[in-house]
């Protein structure tokens, strides 16, 4: 029982942080969390990595918006799967009724995991974890429609390999080099 109420704290912790780093998504991009109709071209002027065209890369403060970060674009729509997956298995549940649409949250996962991989110029860390929540989405849809230990899958990858969170450190990292 001490055990659950652990995990069950981490997920909070793990909710909370994806809950500020949506705040702060927002406050980083300049705007609405859009992430579609981004060209995918290389903004002028700037890094290869910021795709969106002309505005989405400010040099006066060396910022491309996260919305605009090669491999960030669904960032906010992969938190709401996340949330949403959350509330379709909470922790203590044995998850596997038969109507349960957690499957097809996973794919949705996936899809936009892939999408975000088929982009040029994803900066490593985001690509690194964008590879290796693919191959954990693999792993958990197998798992879980064989009542298998899906549950641990899927705190390892919201711990450990969140896209989500890489892309907001990266993008905090470049709001903390300083500016020439």
């Known amino acids: 029982m001490t055990q659950q109420k652990k995990l069950g704290l981490i997920v909070t ?7 500020i780093g949506v705040g702060v998504t927002v406050g980083l991009s300049g705007g609405g969390e859009k992430g579609e109709g981004d060209s995918g071209k290389a903004a002028a002027d700037g ?11 400010d040099e006066r403060t060396g910022m491309c918006g ?13 938190m709401d799967l996340n949330d949403k997956l ?3 298995n909470p922790i203590g549940s044995s998850g596997y009724g038969g109507d349960t649409p957690v499957v097809p949250l ?3 996962l996936k899809t936009l995991t892939d999408k975000e991989l088929e982009q040029p110029h994803i900066p490593a860390p985001i690509k ?4 290796q929540q693919a191959a954990d989405l693999e792993k958990e849809v197998d798992l879980y429609q064989s009542k298998g230990d899906w549950a641990k899958v899927d705190l390892d990858r919201g711990l450990n390999h969140s896209p989500s969170m890489a892309c907001l450190d990266f993008v905090a990292d470049l ?4 500016r020439s």
């Open 47 to 57: 890094p290869a990595f910021c795709t969106g065209g002309a505005g989405s890369w």
């Open 128 to 131: 690194s974890a964008l590879r």
């Open 86 to 88: 959350a509330k379709e």
């Open 175 to 178: 709001a903390s080099k300083p």
């Open 13 to 19: 912790g793990v909710a909370a942080a994806v809950a």
């Open 106 to 108: 996973l794919k949705q």
């Open 66 to 78: 996260i919305n605009h970060v090669a491999g960030c674009q669904h960032s906010k729509q992969m």
